[in-house]
């Protein structure tokens, strides 16, 4: 490894933490500063990309797979590059944020993956940035344990061979780190950081642990994005001195752009391309954004009608694991968002069966693997798969040929019968002030409604009430979506929260600053790219 010179980033504006010297030692940031001065720029060039497009899909209302990348995807010939061992049987993953307790309970799930997360199940406070390197560094050393202060249950790791193997996801391309700015005061991008610490820190640990760094790739919204991932997986690998390739990444498609730029994304990551995943929620979340002047064809029902069998979604999914499989890549299926109750047995058996139909499905249509969010549900995916899998680690061979998908049948919103309901819009703003209210006290994934609720899904919610009232959707009781009727409703709800958790709680949290900050992006006229942007700036920490 290079000496590194003198980094000439500065914290700022952020208290003094346990152990942060272990993490932002001067070698560390030297290297995250070096990957902002080369990376920045592209970053920013490609955010603007981002809006031409959108303004593009607003004056057309369609989308299309790209002219200019059409040998790529008639080429045969490519594939990714071979799967690491820790990595080839992904059958059954759990995804969570990486505070103390998580860690030790996803690495012990029983799950093959754990999606270590300081995206959308994590608010970015700089607690959560630097505590959630120390946890993972913590894990790969064996030196973490836990206590909980309430019960006294103490949280240890199982033997190493009994653990899931780690796959990081750092924040997206759109999202800054204020609390860490250059010489010019500029803040660098929390991708950046949350990569540059992971990978400088744990590269070669993880190595000698017979896995590697591992990482997924949220928000893309083309191949020229994941271009620049590939770029500074070039250079970050050669910077530590391991060789190149040893990085696998895992794109999330998760934006529609993104959806017509599969076979692109793979083929400019595919020496460090491990898989695709389908992202269900923000898939929805990005749909509205970008077709949100479209008319009443896509106008999305309430977010529970839209299942993965509606004929758009199976467009998606279906197609992703052709390409995926077609290049030698592992599919990667969607999130049973189900938090068990430990008091409505009826209610765990109905979630079950449905988790279970779900998986079955997944499993069933070629997808190598899926996603939960509690641990308990981890035997149900692992028998879905297990059934269509045995002791084969993936389905890779399943070529899906039979699948032929349009263009045109990736936004085909309208062939999906069901519309919004009054209390579909009910439920929306239910989750979203509850969801921002906990995000504002630091807690990125919370159990809502016996479902685990991360940013994603109060991007759906508050786009949903914006996209409603907006195409003057009519309810089934005759009342129209209206900010009258959406601020109403809001406050009917915050009424019901202070009922339901008492003044003194109430006063202590921050309601009244959720409820003001789902109306804001959920009824301005100008619609913000992303609920986070206006909400970290009132984060705390």
């Known amino acids: 490894m290079s000496a590194p010179a003198p980094s000439p980033l500065a914290i700022v504006d952020a208290e003094p933490l346990p152990r942060q010297e272990e993490v932002l030692t001067e070698p560390a940031l030297a290297f995250v500063a070096e990957l902002h001065q080369r990376f920045t720029p592209r970053r920013d060039e490609l955010l603007a990309r981002r809006a031409e497009r959108r303004a593009e899909i607003a004056r057309t209302c369609t989308l299309d797979f790209l002219p200019e990348t059409a040998a790529i995807r008639a080429d045969d010939s490519w594939r990714v590059a071979p799967s690491p061992a820790a990595l080839d049987d992904r059958r059954v993953e759990i995804t969570g944020p990486t505070d103390r307790k998580m860690t030790i309970n996803a690495l012990n799930s029983g799950a093959r993956v754990w999606l270590a997360d300081f995206e959308d199940a994590s608010a970015p406070t700089w607690e959560n940035v630097v505590l959630g390197q120390v946890n993972l560094a913590d894990a790969y050393t064996r030196s973490i344990d836990f206590t909980d202060p309430v019960s006294g249950k103490s949280y240890a790791l199982k033997e190493n061979s009994e653990l899931a193997t780690v796959v990081m996801r750092p924040r997206g391309?759109?999202?800054?780190?204020?609390?860490?700015?250059?010489?010019?005061?500029?803040?660098?991008?929390?991708?950046?950081?949350?990569?540059?610490?992971?990978?400088?820190?744990?590269?070669?640990?993880?190595?000698?642990?017979?896995?590697?760094?591992?990482?997924?790739?949220?928000?893309?919204?083309?191949?020229?994005?994941?271009?620049?991932?590939?770029?500074?997986?070039?250079?970050a690998q050669d910077h530590v001195g391991i060789p190149q390739g040893t990085v696998r990444a895992t794109v999330l498609i998760e934006t529609i752009t993104a959806a017509y730029e599969m076979e692109e994304i793979l083929y400019e990551l595919r020496d460090h391309a491990s898989g695709l995943n389908a992202g269900r929620w923000?898939?929805?979340?990005?749909?509205?954004?970008?077709?949100r002047d479209g008319g009443a064809r896509f106008v999305l029902p309430d977010r529970n009608a839209v299942t993965m069998t509606a004929p758009f979604m199976r467009a998606y999914t279906e197609l992703l694991v052709r390409t995926c499989h077609r290049r030698g890549a592992h599919a990667i299926g969607g999130m049973a968002a189900?938090?068990?109750?430990?008091?409505?047995?009826?209610?765990?058996?109905?979630?079950?069966?449905?988790?279970?139909?779900?998986?079955?499905?997944?499993?069933?249509?070629?997808?190598?693997?899926?996603?939960?969010?509690?641990?308990?549900?981890?035997?149900?995916?692992?028998?879905?798969?297990?059934?269509?899998?045995g002791d084969r680690p993936n389905q890779k061979d399943r070529l899906r040929e039979d699948v032929h998908v349009e263009a045109a049948d990736l936004i085909a919103v309208d062939s999906l019968d069901a519309r919004p309901t009054y209390p579909g819009l009910v439920n929306a703003v239910q989750v979203g002030i509850r969801y921002i209210e906990a995000w504002l006290r630091g807690m990125g994934a919370v159990a809502i409604f016996n479902l685990m609720e991360d940013a994603a899904t109060a991007e759906i919610s508050r786009?949903?009430?914006?996209?409603?009232?907006?195409?003057?959707?009519?309810?089934?009781?005759?009342?129209?979506?209206?900010?009258?009727?959406?601020?109403?409703?809001?406050?009917?709800?915050?009424?019901?929260?202070?009922e339901e958790i008492g003044e003194e709680a109430f006063t202590a949290g921050h309601w009244q600053q959720a409820h003001d900050l789902l109306l804001t992006v959920a009824l301005d006229e100008d619609y913000a790219d992303f609920l986070t942007l206006p909400a970290y700036e009132q984060l705390r920490g």
């Open 282 to 291: 923000d898939y929805l979340f990005s749909i509205v954004k970008n077709f």
């Open 463 to 498: 786009s949903q009430i914006w996209q409603w009232i907006n195409a003057g959707v009519e309810f089934e009781n005759g009342e129209k979506a209206t900010p009258e009727l959406a601020r109403k409703v809001a406050a009917e709800e915050l009424a019901a929260i202070r």
């Open 173 to 235: 391309w759109h999202l800054d780190e204020r609390h860490l700015v250059d010489a010019e005061g500029r803040a660098v991008p929390g991708a950046l950081v949350d990569f540059g610490l992971y990978f400088f820190h744990n590269a070669r640990r993880l190595l000698d642990l017979g896995k590697g760094p591992y990482f997924y790739l949220p928000k893309t919204e083309s191949h020229l994005e994941a271009r620049l991932w590939n770029d500074v997986f070039v250079f």
């Open 338 to 389: 189900f938090i068990p109750s430990r008091r409505d047995a009826e209610v765990n058996k109905v979630a079950f069966e449905k988790v279970k139909a779900d998986k079955d499905r997944e499993a069933n249509d070629g997808f190598d693997g899926s996603w939960v969010a509690h641990p308990d549900l981890v035997p149900i995916a692992m028998a879905s798969f297990d059934r269509v899998l």
